[in-house]
């Protein structure tokens, strides 16, 4: 019998926290299946910091570092400048990255740290019970803006991959949204390419990923599917905002 | 090997280079700038990086990345860049990695100033970040001390996996005395068979981490952690002290005020008093036991500090209540004199001779 489908060696053997329909299983999936099409794994060092993939040193097979808030990116410096010869990425929310750490991302991005992010943007803080993020929309609601954000009290979601596309070290800037099979497929494309320019010493590569949080958002997973489709996608547009023939 | 005259800052960082440390990550704050500058010109010359953060915070974490994957690496600041470095020291100690902290300390609170000062006594020596923590803290009181322990601080690190601390003040670092870069004891050092270096496909995942959600998990964890910090107290313990078992007072003053203090104790001498010196080289782990061998006569200890009174906690706990502990102190950047000590000195005496 031929098998059609297995379970990638990129990520360990055990079953996961993630709440039932959040996204972080599928990109991670994704990231496991990419170190492994690219023959990385096994110098792979990955890094993630506190909020809902803090435990994803249990999930990626292969070494791992658990960070402080934000500061996955300025870990991954200090591994990176060791090891340059290796593979080293990051995985972040949006709390951690465009909220605490947008000096640790802005610096890596400015510096062209041969590093790779993985951006899980679910327009909420996760982790702690669904408080408000810098990414969090106009009118949706968390536990720190009951009565939904307001402009003028918080300002404007913050839209990371349009700011960090203006950085010249930013060699490779990408959106995607895993909410069907084709967007998927493509958000896969997306992290092999951002993965290659760190293999070939490009520069800094970032793929934002539009995720969903069911729990947080009080809604059912394919409820989540719809709202992300009918409220992230259009503030948050899909694409690539650079890439290196871009970079002069 | 000959002497060479240096200045205490660029001293630290050739040290550090003949160390064996490659790696260093850092922000510019007065007075320890130097160093830094020192490093980036040093350390490509012998393959190292040194790279300037976009602040102190990052620096911290930069150190935990490089270190977690296994490299001789070091940060310097000083006090309000300290103070930033905290949440990343405390996630080194709790993740148990091995690396190498300067703080050239400044006068506070605050933005306070550039002048030199002892005001991270408590931060340095109690944990300035969060958590159940402790590392060797060094206080050295010349720059040969101080180049000897930065070659052994690395050491340290490497034999216990957790960061070592030198505490000097601004006098330390700015000032240029004649040193000599001896080859340090060879110590037996652990294999860091637990850096993420990539599994190379012949092992499982290392993992660099101090997150234990299970509380039963953190305890093992905490009492594990705290066993080394016994050893540590055990056997990495330093003082230097003069003339205690026979001493009517007895000075405690580390680093620049212990120099202060022994000017102090050679007039004090010539006059006929007899007051002794404890110094301790190791804030952490404390001198205690120095304290015990204190003639029982003596009538009062005074703890000499440029701040407002930090060690004196540690004098107090050392001497168990048996003498009057009595304080004095310059801060803000001013410095003691030795006629100021005399003074006080002589106070415990009950006037002059």
């Known amino acids: ?248 | 090997m000959t002497k060479v005259l240096m200045k205490g800052n660029e001293a630290i960082g050739a040290a550090a280079i003949q160390a064996g440390c490659k790696y260093f990550f850092g922000y510019p704050i007065t007075p320890q700038s130097e160093l830094p500058e020192y490093m980036s010109r040093e350390l490509p010359k012998v393959g190292g990086v040194f790279l300037q953060a976009e602040s102190e915070v990052a620096a911290i974490n930069m150190v935990y990345g490089a270190a977690g994957a296994g490299a001789r690496v070091m940060t310097s600041s000083s006090s309000p860049g300290m103070a930033l470095k905290q949440e990343g020291i405390s996630y080194i100690a709790g993740a148990e990695l091995p690396c190498l902290l300067v703080n050239i300390m400044r006068g506070g609170p605050g933005l306070g100033s550039i002048q030199p000062s002892q005001t991270d006594y408590f931060q340095a020596t109690r944990g300035g970040g969060n958590g159940d923590y402790r590392m060797v803290v060094f206080a050295p009181a010349n720059v040969q001390e101080l180049v000897d322990l930065i070659i052994e601080g690395f050491d340290l690190a490497d034999q216990y996996r957790n960061p070592v601390m030198v505490l000097g003040d601004g006098m330390i670092g700015q000032m240029m005395e004649p040193v000599e870069f001896k080859t340090p004891t060879k110590r037996d050092l652990p294999e860091k068979d637990w850096a993420t270096v990539g599994t190379g496909d012949k092992r499982k995942p290392n993992i660099i981490n101090s997150l234990y959600i299970a509380a039963e998990d953190l305890e093992a964890h905490n009492i594990r952690l705290q066993a080394k910090y016994k050893k540590m107290q055990e056997t990495e313990c330093r003082v230097e002290s003069y003339n205690i078992e026979d001493a009517d007072v007895v000075i405690a003053a580390y680093g620049t005020t212990s120099r202060i203090a022994k000017t102090a104790i050679a007039k004090l001498e010539k006059e006929g008093y007899k007051v002794g010196l404890i110094r301790p080289i190791t804030l952490w782990p404390y001198p205690f036991d120095e304290f015990k061998k204190i003639n029982p006569n003596c009538k009062g200890i005074l703890t000499v500090e440029m701040n407002n009174g930090q060690m004196i906690d540690d004098v107090k706990i050392a001497v168990e209540g048996k003498f009057p502990v009595s304080f004095y102190g310059r801060s803000g950047g001013m410095v003691p004199t030795p006629d100021a000590i005399i003074e006080h000195v002589k106070k415990i005496y009950g006037g002059d001779k």
């Open chain 1, 1 to 248: 019998m031929t098998i059609v489908f297995e379970k990638t060696k990129g990520l360990t053997d055990v079953q996961t926290h993630y709440c039932p329909g959040c996204t972080h299983g599928i990109v991670h999936r994704l990231v496991g299946e990419v170190l492994v099409e690219l023959g990385v794994l096994d110098k792979a060092i990955g890094v993630a910091p506190v909020g809902c993939s803090v435990f994803a040193y249990n999930y990626f097979n292969c070494d791992m570092q658990q960070a402080a808030h934000g500061r996955a990116p300025a870990v991954a410096t200090g591994i990176k400048r060791v090891h340059p010869d290796n593979f080293v990425f990051t995985y972040q929310g949006d709390g951690d990255l465009a909220s605490i750490g947008t000096a640790e991302i802005v610096h890596a991005a400015h510096r062209g740290e041969k590093i790779s992010t993985i951006f899980i943007n679910n327009a909420i803080y996760g982790m702690t019970g669904g408080q408000m993020a810098p990414t969090t929309l106009i009118g949706q609601k968390a536990t720190t803006a009951p009565l939904g954000r307001t402009e003028e009290h918080s300002g404007r979601p913050i839209k990371v991959s349009e700011m960090l596309a203006t950085i010249h070290g930013a060699a490779f800037v990408e959106r995607v949204a895993v909410n069907n099979p084709a967007n998927i497929r493509k958000a896969k494309k997306a992290i092999k390419e951002c993965f290659q320019i760190q293999l070939e010493g490009k520069g800094f590569g970032i793929v934002e990923v539009l995720s969903t949080c069911p729990t947080n958002w009080g809604l059912t997973a394919p409820e989540a599917m719809k709202w992300l489709e009918e409220n992230m996608m259009p503030y948050y547009p899909l694409g690539n905002y650079r890439r290196p023939e871009e970079v002069e």
